[in-house]
Structure formats: C-alpha cells, structure tokens
C-alpha cells in the first residue's frame, strides 16, 4: 500500500500538491488546544475576532503547540511529563510525524520553530540528572532528532526565539520533577529558576535570576516583542501569606523589573500566573490568572497598572496590534475591542501566535 506521505511527495514533486500555507485553513492569528463538548481533546485556530478557523483532533490532551512560520502545520505537545508530540497537518488533521521524546527525557509541552522553519527545539527534562535540556529536531518529513544542549537551568518551560530569530530564550522554571512521581515538585526548598538566552548552537549567552527572596517564584510563561522586549509569568512555590509579583520584564544586557497590581488585585491571582502576552503596538503587557479568574493589564512604558478584567478561568493570551485576546475554559473568547463570543469548547491554557 502506498502510504500518504508517499503521495504527497510525488504530489509536491510534480507541483500539484495545493498550497499548504496558513491562508489554507482560513489565516488564523493563533492555536489552541481545547476540548469540545464531546470530549474529544482538539487543536484549533483563531482569528483576533473570536473567529474559528479549523479544528482538528488531538489524541491526548494538549499543552501548547508550536506553529511552522510557513506551512499550515503544527506540532501539539502532550502536557507534562508526557514524552511525545505530533506533527499535525492542519488542513485536515492527519498525523505527518510523531515526536518521541529519548530515554529519560520528557517534554515540558512547548516548542519554537527556527526563523526559516528548518529546526524546531524543545523544551525538556534531563530527569535522571534532574537538569534542563533543549532537543533539536529537523523539521522535514520525518522530524529526526539532531542534538540536545543544556538549557541553563532546571525545569525549563516556554521557550522562544528571540532577536529575530539569532538566538532562543528559555523560562527555566526551577523545579525538579522526575515522571515516576507524577507532577510532584521534588526541590522547593533550593530552587533557582532562571531566564537564560541561548545561541541557536546552545552557546549560553546570558542568564538572570530572581532575587534570592524570590527563588521559589517559578519562571513559567514568555511573550517576546520585535524590539526584544521580553515579558515573563511566574507561578509563586512559597507560603500563601507572600504575594510576589508575577510578572515580570527583561531586556539584554539589563535587570529584571518586576511588576505588580495594586494589593488587593494582586491577591486576587493567588499566586499564579498562566500566560503572558506583549500587544502588537509594544503599549502594553498582560497577564491571566484562571485561578483567580482575571486578565491585569500594564502600560509597558511606566510599569503602570491599567485594568482588571474579570472572567472565569481565563488563561489564553494573545496579542494583537492594539491589546489582547484572551480564552477561557468555559468557552469565552474576548477581543481587544471588549466584545466576547463562546463557542463550545473549553479552552485550554496557551493561545499561540501564528507569525505569517
């Protein structure tokens, strides 16, 4: 039997093979995953509007995806400590490739693709040695696995490309786990997350820590801007009676600056952040919380708080040109312009921004 990769690649040698661009499923701005209201976990596309534009069947529940640059093609990573990835056609679902994390590796549930969509890496854990690495792939038909290199921390998490494209960074968590506790957290007491930007080689180029009053603040979730700005969620590991910023901003070659709401908004997340987002216009930055149901948003300029905008089990953050998008696992999908729309699904916890 010939296989459907097979024919495809006679299809794209021959040149009838129909265009596989994003504008082939409809343009959408991000990817979710969610589940619908059959159950079926799902990896979906959304325009800043609220808008669906595919939907397409996951096997597992997701965690975040990473989208290819160009092709209309996605890898969708199992939720920690899962230990693969599928390389999903969006345009109508089908399996391209399965990702299979080595021995005593798991992924972390993200992944970027380089600028020219030849490489993808992976945030993963070293769990015997109970170190960070980033797995190297080669994008093509097959996904084969190049290398690994140390992330320059423990638990590294979300990971991006930075500086258009020449370099990556990594949100090392801190926090030691190993899969044969489940999601156990095995080092609270020394933990040390980390901001550590990396050459695509694995040269480690910089790294920033949190103040020592601060190591249990677990660097989670990143959103960088095209000027470099970086912005960080953190999940807070320390007594409920301390409430430490949860976000946070760098820049090369600087220091952390932290931000947080007035008291009584910030006590409002409970110590927890779970996705973070810069706007297109680089005016502002913004954080969820769906324990706390709530999305603050800063001015980027002043590190001014500017709103709170309350909604059940919102996580999903996206930006666009003037403010965010933000989803909820009730269904809600908000738009910059304040306008809301649900659709049957629970959103899970990651809105992915498609550059195109």
Known sequence: MVSRR?????????????????????????????????????????????????????PARGHAAAAHPTRAEAVAFARRPGTFAVVL?????????????????????????????????????NFEAGEGVIGVWEA??????????????????????????TSLLVANGGIETHPDMG??????????PNLTYLSLTGARLESVELPSEMHKNSIRHLAVHRDGTAAFAMQWQGSEAHVPPLL????RGGHAQLLAAPKADHRHLKGYAGSVALSGDGRHVAITSPRGGAL?????????????V???????????????????????????????????????????????
């Open 183 to 192: 999601r156990a957290k095995l080092n609270l007491p020394t933990m040390c």
């Open 6 to 58: 097979r024919i495809l690649a006679g299809l794209a040698a021959s040149g009838l093979l129909p265009a596989t661009s994003w504008a082939s499923v409809g343009t959408p701005e991000f990817l979710s995953a969610a589940r619908d209201h059959n159950g079926q976990f799902v990896l979906a596309g959304l325009r800043a509007s609220g808008d669906i534009t595919f939907v397409i069947p996951l």
């Open 248 to 251: 946070g901003l760098h820049n």
């Open 140 to 165: 093509g038909q097959t996904y084969r696995r190049l290398g690994e290199f140390s992330s320059g921390g423990v638990g590294p998490h979300d990971i991006k490309l930075v500086h258009e494209g």
């Open 89 to 125: 056609d969006c345009r109508d679902g089908s399996v391209l490739a399965q990702l299979s994390a080595p021995a005593g590796r798991h992924f972390y549930g993200h992944g970027a693709f380089s600028a020219d969509g030849q490489t993808l890496f992976t945030s993963e854990n």
């Open 296 to 308: 603050h948003v800063f001015d980027l300029d002043t590190a001014a708080f500017l709103q709170a």
């Open 310 to 356: 309350e909604a059940e089990d919102v996580c999903g953050l996206g930006p666009t040109s003037a403010g965010f998008v933000y989803t909820t696992g009730t269904g809600l999908v908000g738009t910059p312009e304040g306008k809301t729309m649900r659709h049957r699904l629970q959103w899970d916890n990651h809105l992915v921004p498609i550059a195109v």
